[in-house]
């Protein structure tokens, strides 16, 4: 069975601020990552996946984040924030075995500050 | 079109009342899932439908009844709920059943119980 650790449960930054959200997974088999973005009164929104191949994943709204196997993190980051990017921020695995089921984290709240 | 769509926006009921939530997607993906949201934590999956088959029933009380009628719409009928149930309640729908296909959610209903 697969869990999701997220570091911190809500990162203030100022405007134009790097950040970095931080995820660890823990997986007796090899996983799928994902990070969703949930925006107030939306649902979520795929910001970047990782799959395989290239362990730096860039994704929308210049996002990137970083699969480090030995370390089974998988962490994303911004060199510059805005104030629009405050939102929930989701980590998410799911296992290359076959199994159905996407396994969220509990969440990080990015507050941007002017 | 990659749009998940979601209705009513919001629905308040008593307890003792019967509705209905509706979901649909024209991406033509073959997996469609409900999601329970709780306020200021992640997605909790409730089930999940394969080629209009229901495969997995996270254990959720028989108070949701889910429904495919085809492959664009799915529908969860509520009776009977409990105030506790009061949540947003998301659907999403990915091309394929399996851990390497990221989620399209919807925008979610915001469901109360009085």
């Known amino acids: 069975a697969q869990s999701v650790t997220q570091l911190d449960s809500q990162v203030p930054v100022f405007e134009e601020a790097p950040v970095e959200l931080r995820c660890n997974y823990s997986?007796?088999?090899?996983?799928?990552l994902f990070w969703y973005v949930q925006y107030p009164n939306q649902g979520l929104q795929l910001l970047l996946k990782?799959?395989?191949?290239?362990?730096l994943v860039k994704g929308i709204n210049g996002f990137e984040a970083e699969f480090n196997k030995s370390q089974t993190s998988f962490h994303l980051r911004k060199p510059s924030v805005h104030i629009s990017d405050t939102a929930e921020y989701f980590c998410?695995?799911?296992?290359?075995?076959?199994?159905?089921?996407?396994?969220f984290g509990a969440g990080t709240r990015l507050f941007v500050k002017a | 079109d990659t749009e998940v769509t979601q209705t009513p926006k919001h629905l308040v009921m008593g307890m003792t009342n019967k509705k209905s939530l509706k979901c649909e997607q024209h991406?033509?993906?073959?997996?469609m899932y409900w999601y329970k949201q709780k306020a200021k934590k992640p997605p909790e999956l409730m089930f999940v439908?394969?080629?209009?088959?229901?495969?997995i029933n996270e254990s959720v009380p028989s108070r949701f009844s889910p429904e495919c009628p085809n492959s664009s719409l799915l529908n969860l009928h509520l009776h009977a709920l409990q105030p506790e149930d009061s949540a947003l309640y998301l659907c999403?729908?990915?091309?394929?059943?399996?851990?390497?296909?990221?989620?399209?959610f919807g925008p979610g209903t915001r469901l109360t119980v009085t």
């Open positions: 998410a695995v799911s296992d290359q075995g076959g199994g159905f089921k996407t396994i």
């Open positions: 990782y799959l395989s191949g290239s362990t």
């Open positions: 997986s007796s088999v090899s996983v799928y």
């Open positions: 439908y394969s080629y209009e088959k229901l495969s």
């Open positions: 991406m033509g993906h073959r997996a």
């Open positions: 999403a729908s990915s091309q394929g059943f399996g851990g390497l296909h990221e989620q399209y």
